[in-house]
């Protein structure tokens, strides 16, 4: 069994800044890919950071210079710091990890259960 638990979200004023946290927990062997993706009302879901195992970060083109995204292997953890936010930023907050739980296993998708960021002044 797998848990992700996503916090740290919360309602910030247009400019402002936030920090998610998502920490994996349970029976687990190794963590590659781990990424925050978000969703908005009547939208689909979309990938907003990823980051490799190594630390090698991938951004939205929406987020670039403004979101940072970092990951503590030895702690299962992964962080999304969210500066200069904007209304259209107001979305709930996913994390995703790749994960390994048993020897023979493949790196298989978990996801969180979700944080909801709203900017707005």
């Known amino acids: 069994q797998v848990h992700l638990v996503e916090s740290g979200g919360g309602l910030v004023q247009p400019g402002g800044s936030l920090r998610l946290s998502c920490a994996a927990s349970?029976?687990?062997?190794?963590?590659?890919?781990m990424a925050w993706y978000r969703q908005a009302p009547g939208k689909q879901r979309e990938l907003v950071a990823g980051?490799?195992?190594?630390?090698?970060?991938n951004y939205a083109d929406s987020v670039k210079g403004r979101f940072t995204i970092s990951r503590d292997n030895a702690q299962n953890t992964v962080y999304l710091q969210m500066n200069s936010l904007k209304p259209e930023d107001t979305a709930v907050y996913y994390c995703?990890?790749?994960?390994?739980?048993?020897?023979?296993?493949?790196?298989?998708?978990?996801w969180g259960q979700g944080t909801q960021v709203t900017v707005s002044s």
């Open positions: 349970g029976s687990i062997v190794s963590i590659n890919n």
């Open positions: 995703q990890a790749e994960i390994k739980t048993g020897r023979w296993s493949v790196h298989i998708p978990y």
């Open positions: 980051i490799t195992r190594g630390g090698n970060p």
